[in-house]
């Protein structure tokens, strides 16, 4: 990753969303910080589900091998 510093925008971004997320858990913020890490945790997962699929549908499958072999 880049050490570039963060355009007044996105500081400001962050800044609203961790406003946010810690007013979503009523200011626990060791709540807030558990809810992240679920999130992150679940995105991740569904992320490596995708990344399985997606490797399965490149996977040569039967009759792929026999329209190839054809050619």
Same mark, same amino acid.
Request: glycine letters at 2%.
């Given at each position: 990753?880049?050490?570039?510093? @963060?355009?007044?925008?996105?500081? /400001? =971004?962050?800044?609203? $969303? !961790? +406003?946010?997320?810690? %007013?979503? !858990? +009523?200011? /626990?913020?060791?709540?807030?910080?558990? #809810?992240?890490?679920?999130?992150?945790?679940?995105?991740? #997962?569904? @992320? =490596?589900?995708?990344?399985? $699929? %997606?490797? #399965? +549908?490149?996977?040569?499958?039967?009759?792929?091998? $026999?329209?190839?072999? %054809? $050619?």
């Amino acid at each position: 990753m880049s050490e570039e510093p @963060l355009s007044a925008f996105d500081a /400001n =971004h962050y800044e609203q $969303a !961790c +406003d946010q997320a810690i %007013a979503m !858990c +009523d200011g /626990n913020l060791r709540s807030t910080i558990k #809810a992240l890490i679920m999130a992150n945790e679940y995105l991740e #997962a569904e @992320l =490596h589900e995708r990344q399985a $699929a %997606a490797s #399965a +549908d490149d996977a040569p499958t039967p009759t792929k091998r $026999a329209n190839n072999e %054809a $050619a």
